[in-house]
């Protein structure tokens, strides 16, 4: 099935030991039309940083529940590269 970028924005993020934050935006590789990254906002949680989250690091979705399982825990997420 086909989805809108627009429709995943505002998807729950979820490390394997909490939630991480919300979808806020895609970053576009505009050679390939691929997205490299999903920009996840994460509120009070690590200070209301934005990281940039790989596709390859989602474990499964959760489309009735709009949420992104990462095989990723919350450190490791903390670890990754800021917007």
Request: proline share 2%; aromatic share 10%; glycine share 6%.
């Amino acid at each position: 099935m086909q989805r809108s970028l627009k429709e995943l924005e505002h998807y729950v993020v979820r490390a394997t030991d909490g939630e991480v934050g919300r979808v806020v935006d895609f970053l576009l590789d505009d050679e390939h039309w691929a997205v490299r990254y999903l920009v996840v906002h994460t509120g009070g949680i690590f200070d209301g940083r934005r990281f940039l989250i790989s596709p390859i690091a989602f474990r499964e979705v959760d489309w009735s529940a709009r949420t992104f399982h990462l095989a990723l825990t919350m450190e490791m997420v903390n670890a990754s590269p800021d917007i």
